[in-house]
């Protein structure tokens, strides 16, 4: 995250992966021959969200 001249937060990405099923493994470091279902790539990202990470609106 970067802070815009106006003030604002702005997210700057270096690299970009598929948002499929086996690009999420991928991020997520899952085996990539496996079928991933939703249940999983679920838990993993809520095991990684910490209260530091955790989007909150104002």
Same mark, same amino acid.
């Given at each position: 995250m970067m802070r815009a001249a106006t003030g604002d937060l702005r997210l700057s990405l *270096?690299?970009? *992966?598929s948002t499929d099923a086996d690009g999420i493994g991928i991020c997520l470091g899952l085996q990539a021959e496996a079928r991933i279902g939703l249940e999983q790539i679920v838990a993993t990202l809520q095991a990684k969200i910490s209260l530091d990470t955790l989007f909150r609106p104002v």
């Open positions: *270096l690299s970009r *992966l």
